[in-house]
């Protein structure tokens, strides 16, 4: 503790050692050193020079903010779940069946699933949505009831996505198994369905979990086939109050919801992946 | 384990003139073969010399390209073959085990049984449970694949195979992936399969067993029989030049 007991080693040998230059080590703690010392004065400057009421006012205003719930819980996030739900779902079913006809041994519905796929993974996704939310209603006369619109508009796009994953964890799974399962008798549909399948999803579950977060902001493109109050999603709500309020504090709010949402999502993702890294 | 004499008795497998080719490289050159009820037929040759292949084409993972393929008297070469059926009949145990990871033992000792021999889930258990205990495993029964070592799961394979009660078995280089140490308890339960009489055709690299248990070792290579015969006769005094420079290669 004394200083007589800490100082010798250093001072053995005064300037016999000395280095000319600096060591690779004590290079990188001064880097970082700067580093952080411009991070600090970019945050004073900040906090010096930003308008810090007029950001409050309009970023941030309390009041305003208060209003929006329930509803932007009960209504605008309730619908982008819900939108998102019914969207993977059809997404995953449709999609296993065009990943199932990408391997067929039948060349027509290799092409026919190709063709689709291709076709909707090219095309930007709000073509889609307005054609099935506009362009169908206004050539054919018929509106489908809105969740069937929903439903079609963004699954249609998700399901050559998720068809293009489930295909790639179909054919992860090791050739011996399909042998292993005809050759004690099972059919080849028996074999996909108890053998295939099953390993094939367990092996995409971290793909599948990012898909479903970027299908929760892809719900966000729903606006263009028009809403009503009760079937507005985060972002129309938020935007709809933007433009009323002249504030951007909705924008904000719903921002919140949504990382509220997706940011446990992209969790799960990294915990699954983990999990699947070790049961190798 | 031959049965003795009786000349009517159709063979369990008869292979005629099979031809196997991948696209431009001929692997069968017209193959003849057969394995007699209750016998145990190795096969042993060089790598690469089409053992795989005869033996996949024996319960049609492999599409034979001509020839004919007779099982206990029944030709499955035939378009209209149920081949379903006929590979529910025959057991096969693969070099690489291929045991269902996302299936507990029990479940993959009874799920071709449930599906495919459509047993109640109560007899399904039973005969999964007396086969692992055939090959000393029944305290394995919960366990999963990835939990086992190489020749644990090796003897569940033989029994996942066993339980649909095949009237015929085929390994191909049951051993092959094994660790040395693992390598004996797989080929005694090999062996105690063919004391109780099981017909059994056995791709090996282990020539003490095709030795010891083998009814006849048929050497081939380069998709044809070069000489067949008892093992005393082909191991141990092989009459042809190809035979003895594999011979003295593997030992
Ligand atoms: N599915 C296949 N496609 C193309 N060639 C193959 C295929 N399976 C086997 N072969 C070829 O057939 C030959 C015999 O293979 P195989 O029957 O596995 O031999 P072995 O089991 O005696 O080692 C090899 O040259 C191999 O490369
Ligand atoms: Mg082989």
Same mark, same amino acid.
């Given at each position: 503790m004394s200083a007589s007991t800490a100082k010798p080693a250093s001072t053995a040998k005064p300037g016999a050692r000395r280095p000319r230059r600096l060591t690779k080590r004590q290079q990188q703690r001064l880097v970082r050193g700067v580093l952080y010392v411009v991070f600090v004065a970019g945050l004073v400057g900040l906090v010096l020079l930003a308008d810090w009421e007029t950001t409050r006012r309009n970023f941030f205003n309390v009041e305003l903010a208060r209003t929006m719930f329930p509803e932007v819980l009960t209504i605008a996030a309730r619908n982008t779940i819900l939108y998102t739900f019914l969207a993977f779902s059809f997404g995953l079913t449709f999609g296993l069946l065009l990943a199932l006809m990408r391997l067929s041994s039948i060349a027509p519905y290799r092409w026919l699933a190709t063709i689709y796929i291709e076709t909707f993974r090219g095309l930007p996704a709000l073509l889609t949505i307005f054609l099935v939310g506009i362009g169908i209603p206004i050539a054919f006369g018929t509106r489908w009831p809105t969740l069937v619109t929903i439903t079609l508009g963004l699954g249609i796009v998700a399901a050559a996505y998720m068809a293009e994953t489930i295909r790639a964890g179909i054919e992860g799974v090791p050739k011996g198994q399909m042998e292993a399962a005809r050759s004690l008798g099972m059919s080849y549909t028996r074999a996909m369905i108890s053998i295939i399948i099953p390993q094939g999803f367990r092996i995409i579950i971290p793909p599948l979990t990012n898909e479903l977060g970027l299908l929760i902001k892809d719900t966000s493109l729903l606006f263009v086939i028009g809403t009503t109050p009760a079937t507005k999603e985060l972002l129309k709500f938020g935007?709809?109050?933007?433009? +009323?309020? !002249?504030? !951007?504090?909705?924008?904000?709010?719903?921002?919140?919801?949504? /990382?509220? +949402?997706?940011?446990? /999502?992209?969790?799960?993702?990294?915990?699954l992946e983990r999990r699947n890294a070790r049961s190798r | 384990m031959t049965t003795d004499g009786s000349q009517t008795q159709v063979p369990a497998i008869e292979v005629r003139d099979l031809r196997k080719s991948f696209g431009e490289l001929e692997v069968l050159k017209g193959f003849d073969f057969h394995v007699n009820e209750g016998e145990v037929v190795c096969v042993i040759g060089p790598s690469g010399s089409g053992k795989s292949t005869l033996l996949r084409c024996v319960n049609r993972l492999e599409e034979p390209t001509s020839g004919q393929i007779l099982i206990e008297g029944e030709d499955i070469t035939d378009v209209d073959a149920d081949v379903d059926a006929l590979r529910s009949r025959i057991g096969m145990v693969f070099q690489s085990f291929n045991l269902f990871p996302h299936l507990s033992v029990l479940r993959n000792l009874t799920i071709a049984q449930r599906r495919v021999r459509r047993r109640s889930k109560a007899e399904a258990h039973e005969v999964a449970r007396s086969n692992l205990e055939r090959v000393g495993l029944l305290d394995k029964i919960d366990a999963y694949p990835s939990h086992l070592s190489g020749g644990q799961q090796q003897r569940v394979a033989i029994a996942r195979a066993l339980s649909m009660d095949p009237d015929m078995m085929l390994f191909d280089e049951p051993t092959s992936a094994l660790d040395p140490e693992l390598v004996g308890e797989v080929l005694a339960v090999m062996r105690d399969l063919a004391t109780e009489g099981m017909t059994m055709m &056995? &791709?090996?690299?282990?020539?003490?067993?095709?030795?010891? =248990?083998?009814?006849? =070792? =048929?050497?081939?290579?380069?998709?044809? &029989?070069?000489?067949?015969?008892?093992?005393?006769? &082909?191991?141990?005094?092989?009459?042809?030049?190809?035979?003895?420079?594999?011979?003295?290669? =593997?030992?």
């Open positions: 935007r709809d109050l933007l433009n +009323i309020n !002249a504030n !951007a504090t909705p924008l904000i709010v719903v921002g919140v919801v949504y /990382l509220m +949402i997706t940011v446990p /999502l992209t969790q799960l993702v990294r915990v | &056995v &791709v090996t690299h282990e020539m003490g067993f095709a030795q010891e =248990v083998g009814d006849r =070792v =048929v050497f081939m290579d380069d998709g044809a &029989v070069v000489e067949e015969g008892p093992p005393e006769q &082909v191991l141990g005094d092989p009459q042809h030049e190809r035979t003895r420079r594999f011979l003295k290669m =593997v030992r």
